[in-house]
């Protein structure tokens, strides 16, 4: 069984910065790409951003290119999500996933479907 606890949400000004952190449990974490998605109340859960088992490759909704950065470290096994230039639109709770299939990525990974664990979920307020 994996566990997925995400922090590092809060209330920002637009223009400011958060970083959100994902902690896994287990011993395969290196093994399994990584997502972020949001979701705004009344809205469909909608992708950010994945990275690959090593960290290599990553891969970003239109929305937030620039902006957001996401990251890993296997070591800890946690993954990251470095968000600048917050805007109110980027308001939401914000979850981390993995992916249903080891070793695994490419841009079907837009898709929830394609993850088995989730977090709880942190929320993250822009005010304008």
């Known amino acids: 069984q994996v566990q997925l606890v995400e922090s590092g949400g809060g209330l920002v000004q637009a223009g400011g910065s958060l970083r959100l952190s994902c902690a896994a449990s287990?011993?395969?974490?290196?093994?399994?790409?990584m997502g972020w998605f949001r979701q705004a109340p009344g809205k469909e859960r909608e992708f950010v951003a994945v990275?690959?088992?090593?960290?290599?490759?990553?891969y970003y909704a239109d929305s937030v290119k620039g902006r957001f950065t996401i990251s890993r470290d296997n070591a800890k096994n946690t993954v990251y999500l470095q968000m600048n230039s917050l805007k109110p639109e980027d308001t939401a709770t914000y979850y981390c996933?993995?992916?249903?299939?080891?070793?695994?990525?490419?841009?079907?990974?837009?898709?929830?479907?394609?993850?088995?664990?989730w977090g709880q979920g942190t929320q993250v307020t822009v005010s304008s």
């Open positions: 996933a993995r992916t249903r299939f080891s070793l695994y990525f490419g841009t079907q990974l837009s898709s929830p479907g394609m993850y088995d664990y």
């Open positions: 287990g011993r395969t974490f290196s093994s399994y790409s």
């Open positions: 990275i690959d088992w090593s960290g290599g490759s990553t």
